[in-house]
């Protein structure tokens, strides 16, 4: 398989493409000095093998409603790693990727196998799997985590239409963020790590008005009405996804204040499943014990309602997992050293990083709540993860070789 530069490859089909069938078709004809060939390869070392097992892709899941906050948690992803995230240089405007060094965000929308008209002819939603193109998906996520490029179809959600498809190379880690990432077990089977954010209908409807409202000219009754429109497509297909992560981030009402119906204080789960490769549970103080903790004192500021913590192990659809907890929210983000200094397995390079990265990110939506601190340390644990993976794929050649010459 030759093996080239990324960057002189061109689509060789740039006019539009209507169905996903032409798509599957062409997916894999790039155009190299004006030569027809198949695919590419990343390599990150001179000659080496395409199937070299270290430069496979790191894939990532993380699955959430419309408006729950998944393109703030991958900002705060990709700020782990460093550089900015920037949709493709030069290509569609209306794309929905966005590349940095180290990772390519896909939005799994671009794998809507109807088009907005198309989907009110038919009377589906979005989050209907009939308006979704699984074996495509599959196809291409696997194809990028073996190291080959794609040309991955583009949803445009200014048009509603379906545009020519953009060139997608293999990144070290590739995030697949939508509504759909643990849906379809084939997909589910090529994902290393998976995060479902889980925001609860109160919060949710609060969040939307915020955004649809205040900053979309939406009306109440549309916000409400499109809620509705989506409520039982977003049980059936959406919601059981998550019994499928290995991290659940679960936004509720605060139980800080009696009947509180502002949705402003939140009370946030980080909720992780035990045994999974490459990824300790973060824990409170003491790992396995039960623990409630209110760090309101002399080391953290707290106005009312304050600040509450638990921790301690529990079962989510039957598996085990560690449950973190925080209600609340900080009124000074420095002082939250303090929390982090007593959290443990939060795979930090350094003492203080995950106060940094919150205060970094201070001006984030969630940074004052649980949400932005959760948010965060799973971004540590996603690097954590992803250089867990790749030293030891490097390390099993090496070991092979030893074994061969000490035979
Ligand atoms: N942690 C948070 N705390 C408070 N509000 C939040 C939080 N996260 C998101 N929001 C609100 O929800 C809105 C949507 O967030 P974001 O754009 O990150 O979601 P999204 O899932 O990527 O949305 P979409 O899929 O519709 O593009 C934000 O503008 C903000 O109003
Ligand atoms: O649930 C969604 C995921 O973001 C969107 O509603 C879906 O992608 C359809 O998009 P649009 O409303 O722009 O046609």
């Known amino acids: ?20 069938s032409e798509l599957r078709f062409n997916q894999n004809q790039l155009v190299h000095y004006g030569k027809t060939t198949t695919t590419t390869c990343r390599c990150r070392r001179i000659s080496i093998s395409c199937s070299a097992e270290e430069d496979k892709t790191v894939v990532i899941g993380l699955a959430a409603d419309s408006g729950c906050g998944k393109s703030t948690f991958m900002r705060r992803l990709t700020s782990v790693f460093g550089g900015a995230a920037e949709p493709p240089k030069g290509g569609n405007p209306d794309s929905n990727t966005l590349i940095s060094d180290t990772t390519t965000v896909i939005c799994l929308d671009d794998y809507h196998s109807l088009d907005r008209t198309g989907r009110k002819e ?24 073996e190291g080959t490029a794609v040309e991955k179809p583009i949803y445009n959600h200014v048009t509603g239409l379906l545009d020519p498809p953009e060139l997608i190379n293999p990144p070290k880690i590739l995030v697949i963020e939508g509504l759909h990432p643990m849906y379809d077990a084939r997909v589910r089977e090529l994902l290393d790590f998976s995060i479902y954010l889980d925001i609860s209908n109160e919060v949710k409807f609060a969040w939307k008005i915020q955004r649809d409202m205040a900053e979309r000219g939406h009306s109440l009754e549309s916000i409400k009405a499109s809620i509705e429109a989506r409520k039982s497509d977003f049980d059936a297909y ?77 079962t ?23 929390i982090e200094s007593h959290l443990s397995n939060i795979s ?53 070789t030893k074994g061969l010459r000490n035979a």
């Open 1 to 20: 398989m030759a093996v080239s530069s990324a960057s002189t490859f061109q689509t060789l089909n740039p006019t539009p493409t209507k169905t996903h």
């Open 122 to 145: 038919k009377g589906v939603t979005a989050l209907d799997p009939r308006a979704n193109d699984f074996d495509l998906m599959y196809e291409q996520v696997k194809a990028i985590k």
């Open 238 to 314: 959406i919601d059981p996804q998550k019994q499928h992560a290995d991290a659940v981030i679960e936004v509720l009402p605060t139980q800080l204040i009696p009947d509180d119906d502002e949705g402003k204080v939140l009370r946030v789960r980080l909720i992780m499943k035990e045994e999974v490769q490459y990824f300790n549970p973060v824990y409170l103080f003491d790992e396995g014990s039960t623990i409630s903790w209110i760090p309101c004192g002399r080391k953290l500021t707290c106005s009312y309602p304050g600040i509450k913590f638990a921790y301690g192990p529990d």
């Open 316 to 338: 989510y659809y039957g598996h085990e997992v560690s449950v973190l907890e925080m209600d609340g929210q900080f009124d000074r983000l420095d002082e939250l050293i303090y």
């Open 348 to 400: 930090t390079k350094f003492y203080g990083e995950v106060t940094q990265q919150m205060l970094k990110h201070a001006d984030f939506p969630g940074s004052n709540n649980g949400t932005g601190l959760f948010q965060t340390i799973i971004g540590l644990k996603i690097r954590d993860l992803y250089e867990q993976i790749t030293t030891t794929r490097t390390a099993a050649p090496l070991e092979a």
